[in-house]
């Protein structure tokens, strides 16, 4: 139980942070340091800027895209394929480090009792 409200902690520290991250990144100073133009048409206004520039995506940002706006899984989706990523990562190191107790504790038991067994030279 206490392993679990340790995954726990973390991963609601991961949330926060990820969430944080995320409100920053929608600021407009964030967005010029990240390298996307701040204003909404570019420096002769006849073609409109590109939005999403650190994610890669080209999508102008007069068009909407259907995933992300309509339906509203496209941000959600990420955000819980990052989670369940996390969650994944978490619980594959708990059973290492588990793993890595149990060994631990049954070679200094097979030590101690070859100490205390006179027979085995």
């Known amino acids: 139980m206490k392993t679990?409200?340790?995954?726990?902690?973390?991963?609601?520290v991961a949330a926060i942070v990820v969430g944080g991250t995320y409100a920053l990144l929608q600021t407009s100073?964030?967005?010029?340091l990240?390298?996307?133009p701040m204003g909404s048409g570019s420096e002769n206004?006849?073609?409109?800027?590109?939005?999403?520039?650190a994610n890669g995506q080209g999508i102008p940002t007069g068009e909407m895209r259907g995933g992300d706006r309509e339906?509203?899984?496209?941000?959600?989706?990420t955000v819980g394929r990052n989670l369940l990523q996390i969650i994944v990562l978490v619980a594959a190191v708990q059973v290492l480090w588990s793993i890595g107790r149990w060994l631990k504790r049954t070679t200094a038991a097979l030590t101690r009792k070859n100490r205390l067994n006179p027979s085995r030279s």
Do not use: H, K, M, T
């Open 71 to 77: 339906g509203g899984s496209g941000s959600w989706e």
């Open 4 to 12: 679990l409200g340790r995954i726990l902690i973390i991963l609601l």
């Open 29 to 32: 100073p964030a967005q010029a």
């Open 34 to 36: 990240a390298g996307q």
């Open 45 to 53: 206004g006849n073609s409109p800027a590109l939005s999403d520039f």
